[in-house]
């Protein structure tokens, strides 16, 4: 076994309906936050997904797994990572979805003509889909720097990245993110007007238990009003199982619908 092999894995996902090459012991992993992501992209029909920040591209990877005719952009500035993403792409298990997916390697902060020059163009995806970095600059950092890049915050991050979805989403497209439940107001606030129609759930636990996610979505143009929705709820009290409504979401049975007009879930 050659050295490469010790220092990745390859993950399945969705009970093995794509696969993830990943560092091992090092770098940010992906696991539930990125299949809950995936899961607010609904829809059969042909449509253009642009995951932001997708390290491996797992979140990407489970849209374009999920829904045949999605074509998705993974979208990652690390060169490490970047290269995991290449090998998920490029993975033999991976054949079914490999034509759907493209990488972009840029940062998502780029503005105007540098972000166009990278390929990043405008109005150009009817889905961005985010799993921003989680933590402030004064938070302990990650051990090392892979995790650490992909888990600090510096300046106005939601701002920054949100700013861009608008920018290469098609009008009337769908923003979605997963975020801590501290970020709402920034999240929020980053929509401003380029987004409406925010629906935000909160992630818990069990029941009785803070919550420790959040998911958003928002449409781009939209005047609709905010909807805080129902909560989520992950394993059932004194269990780590997964509830069915949740384990549908995370292994790629079910997506997380918008509410839009109706105001109740589907």
């Not at 399945?12 to 990125?34: L, N, T, Y």
């Not at 992501?37 to 990407?60: E, H, I, Q, R, Y």
């Amino acid at each position: 076994m050659d050295d490469a092999s010790h220092s990745e894995t390859v993950d399945a996902f969705h009970f093995g309906e794509f696969h993830v090459v990943q560092p091992k012991g090092r770098g940010h992993r992906s696991g539930m936050d990125a299949m809950l992501l995936a899961s607010m992209v609904a829809g059969n029909g042909p449509m253009t997904v642009a995951d932001l920040g997708a390290g491996a591209g797992a979140a990407g990877m489970a849209v374009a797994s999920r829904i045949e005719g999605a074509e998705v952009t993974l979208v990652e500035r690390s060169p490490d990572m970047a290269l995991y993403a290449r090998k998920s792409m490029a993975h033999p298990l991976n054949l079914r979805i490999a034509p759907r997916l493209s990488l972009i390697e840029a940062d998502v902060t780029l503005k105007g003509k540098a972000r166009v020059e990278a390929g990043l163009g405008d109005d150009v995806f009817d889905h961005v889909i985010m799993n921003p970095p989680f933590n402030d600059p004064g938070d302990r950092r990650a051990p090392d720097g892979l995790k650490a890049e992909a888990h600090a915050m510096d300046g106005d991050l939601f701002e920054d990245w949100i700013r861009t979805a608008g920018a290469i989403m098609k009008p009337g497209g769908q923003l979605s993110l997963i975020a801590r439940p501290e970020s709402v107001s920034a999240v929020i606030a980053a929509c401003g007007k380029r987004f409406g129609g925010v629906e935000i759930t909160f992630i818990h636990p069990r029941e009785g238990e803070s919550a420790i996610r959040l998911l958003a979505s928002a449409i781009k143009g939209s005047r609709a009003r905010l909807v805080v929705r129902a909560p989520l709820f992950m394993h059932p009290e004194g269990s780590h199982r997964f509830l069915a409504d949740i384990d549908d979401l995370n292994n790629g049975r079910a997506a997380y619908k918008r509410l839009g007009r109706n105001r109740k879930p589907a």
